[in-house]
């Protein structure tokens, strides 16, 4: 069975703070995908990594894959309480359109 | 822009009862696909489908049956409602060549 770990599971900081979210897999992944998720609506997309090492940034946001395409990384720079959600991470290992998610990380940012 | 439209949001069952909780897309994308979320557990996949007339299993499919009888819609049957499937239930779709799934708004599914 594959598996996408997510860690921390919850996250409470204030604002200002710089914070990260890992997703790690023993599986390998052609693509991993981030997710936000807000109380009473399904995930919105952040980011898709596709290349092992890959950074994408998304204005205080930086997403990294993995060199072996196992695991990625979420990185919040100066979080702000807009930030607050939960984070999923996704992505079809077997390519078969059978996508799995990550547990999640809920974060919460005071003001 | 409808995107993808699931009916209904809140859903209260007796166990044994059946339901369908509807999925309807608009952007024409092949992909749909069903998903639970229960807390600390997130999403599982139940069913899916890669066009009409082509259904799958997903990881999670006992208790669930699914059809696919147009690009439009895939609806999610519950034959026979148990506690266990209390869940909240979100349909997502993929276009074709795109690595991004396009979430509905989700259906909250109770089971008493």
């Known amino acids: 069975t594959q598996l996408l770990e997510q860690s921390p599971q919850f996250l409470s900081i204030q604002e200002g703070e710089n914070l990260t979210v890992y997703c790690n897999s023993s599986s390998v992944f052609s693509s991993l995908q981030w997710y936000r998720q807000e109380p009473g609506e399904g995930p919105v997309l952040l980011v898709t990594v596709v290349t092992g090492g890959e950074v994408k940034k998304l204005k205080r946001l930086t997403f990294q894959f993995g060199d072996a395409r196992k695991d990625s990384s979420l990185h919040i720079t100066a979080a702000q309480p807009g930030d607050t959600g939960l984070y999923l991470c996704?992505?079809?290992?077997?390519?078969?359109?059978?996508?799995?998610f990550g547990t999640g990380t809920r974060l919460k940012v005071l003001a | 822009n409808a995107g993808v439209t699931q009916t209904p949001k809140f859903q209260v069952l007796k166990t044994g009862q059946s339901m369908t909780l509807q999925c309807a897309q608009d952007m024409n994308h092949e992909y749909m696909s069903w998903y639970r979320q229960d807390p600390g557990m997130g999403l599982r996949l139940i069913h899916y489908s890669v066009g009409a007339g082509i259904t799958d299993q997903g990881e999670v499919p006992n208790g669930y049956n699914v059809s696919r009888s147009t690009t439009e819609d895939f609806p999610l049957r519950l034959l026979s409602a148990a506690p266990s499937q209390t869940s909240v239930y979100f349909c997502?779709?993929?276009?074709?060549?795109?690595?991004?799934?396009?979430f509905g708004a989700g259906s909250r599914l109770t089971v008493l």
């Open positions: 997502a779709t993929q276009g074709s060549g795109a690595n991004v799934l396009t």
């Open positions: 996704a992505g079809d290992a077997s390519g078969t359109y059978k996508y799995i």
